[in-house]
């Protein structure tokens, strides 16, 4: 009797270890979709002139697996808006950007309820709404596009079989080309983390 019952716990165990199993896997031909804020922290030293300051937004990714490991992931944002400073802190103007970048994801665990990644990606940078005060006001500031990488590290935590939670890191690539009444300011790196903590969904 003990050793059928021991049989049976053993064999329950394993079945819901299996299931478990299965119900966190993503696998193949699934879409995962984020949605969130991230938090934009461009580096200190953009330029000699001027500094660009942090930022928040609402952030969402799509992401397709295309085997249980490897992953494509395209970012879209609502636009973040960041102020413009001089280097003594006197606001000169803001502008806004949208950074869509797309990264090619390698998940560590794919069966397991937390799913560490990684992903190395191109990002896109377009400004645009820019605003000129303080000093500058009544200028004209124009901020170029920007091309560049884009390097992730990131996990999702299952809470069950579709739901998850996500935080990831990213470090994006982005220089503009600055141009105040069409005279060059310079490149202004604007290189910044961007941290963010999204609720997750799979369609499968
Ligand atoms: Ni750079």
Not at 105 to 113: D, G, I, L, S, V
Request: charged letters at 20%; proline letters at 4%; aromatic letters at 14%.
């Amino acid at each position: 009797m003990r050793t059928k019952m021991k049989i049976a716990l053993s064999a329950a165990i394993a079945m819901g270890l299996g299931l478990a199993n299965t119900a966190t896997a993503f696998e193949p031909g699934d879409w995962l979709v984020r949605a969130g804020a991230s938090y934009v922290n461009p580096a200190s030293d953009n330029s000699d002139i001027v500094s660009v300051e942090s930022a928040s937004s609402f952030t969402i990714n799509f992401t397709y697996m295309m085997t249980d490991v490897w992953a494509i992931e395209v970012l879209a944002a609502y636009p973040f808006k960041h102020d413009i400073e001089l280097l003594d802190g006197t606001k000169v103007g803001s502008t806004k950007h949208l950074p869509p970048t797309v990264s090619l994801q390698y998940h560590f665990r794919p069966t397991e309820k937390f799913q560490p990644y990684v992903g190395i990606g191109l990002n896109y940078t377009t400004f645009f709404s820019e605003k000129t005060t303080g000093p500058l006001e009544g200028t004209d500031l124009k901020l170029g596009d920007s091309w560049g990488l884009g390097g992730e590290i990131g996990f999702d935590v299952m809470f069950n079989d579709d739901w998850f939670f996500n935080a990831n890191a990213r470090y994006l690539d982005i220089d503009t080309k600055a141009k105040l009444d069409g005279n060059s300011l310079g490149k202004v790196n604007i290189d910044p983390w961007v941290f963010g903590g999204h609720i997750g969904f799979r369609f499968k």
